[in-house]
């Protein structure tokens, strides 16, 4: 499992002695929506299997598997290589709210279940918070609900854009209180007939519904969110 954010991956721009570095990726979370909605579907939603990380391209560093493992609660099973050194941790295997700070814990669950039981897609306006060495950072997440080998809902696709400056050590992340959630029901988007290839073609138009729904993405913090730059002190 390990292998699947290293294959094909672009190389990255973190090392682990630079502590400056600008995060920029304006598209990641359009991209990641578009590949998942792409997916063949059961009952609206993918299965993990047909997640193929030869067609993910650049989004590997930034993504990740999650998995539930009880109710409110997911661990990574998998995380892009960004997510560990933005944290200053190695994710798989952990809880997803070690990513986060403790008083924003009970809320991600509470969004983690409407992922997995809705289920559907969520999107997070997220902040880590100034501390010494640490300026602060806006971004977002993305998590995009599949079905397991036994066709239940129990995994999640997606994926983590960071804006600013990461500073010294792992950083740990709040949930805005000043920016809505953006939920969207799996039911609501059309079926897609499952085959054992993939279909997507390229420009598929976005399956998801546009009505009642935000689908207005700003970048993370209102700038260009993540791709990697060296920010030389």
């Not at 059309?190 to 997507?200: E, F, G, L």
Request: hydrophobic share 40%.
């Amino acid at each position: 499992m390990s292998a699947f954010f290293d294959k094909n991956s672009h190389q990255s721009a973190f090392a682990d002695h630079e502590k400056g570095v600008l995060m920029t990726n304006p598209t990641e979370l359009n991209e990641l929506e578009t590949y998942w909605a792409s997916l063949p579907r059961h009952n609206g939603v993918p299965l993990r299997k047909d997640v193929d990380p030869s067609e993910m391209g650049g989004l590997l560093e930034n993504s990740f598997i999650l998995e539930r493992v009880a109710p409110g609660v997911a661990r990574f099973r998998v995380a892009g290589r960004n997510i560990g050194r933005l944290i200053g941790i190695e994710p798989r295997g952990l809880p997803i709210t070690t990513a986060f700070v403790p008083q924003s814990r009970g809320a991600l669950g509470l969004h983690l279940e409407a992922v997995f039981t809705s289920p559907g897609l969520m999107e997070l306006n997220l902040e880590a918070p100034r501390a010494v060495g640490q300026p602060l950072l806006k971004g977002k997440i993305l998590m995009l609900p599949l079905r397991d080998e036994h066709g239940g809902v129990s995994r999640a696709l997606g994926v983590l854009v960071m804006s600013g400056i990461r500073g010294i050590g792992g950083r740990r992340f709040a949930i805005c209180d000043d920016a809505e959630p953006r939920f969207v029901p799996a039911h609501g988007l059309r079926a897609v007939v499952s085959n054992s290839t993939i279909d997507k073609p390229p420009h598929r138009p976005s399956l998801l519904p546009s009505k009642g729904v935000t689908t207005d993405r700003k970048k993370a913090g209102d700038s260009p969110a993540l791709r990697l730059v060296v920010s030389n002190p």
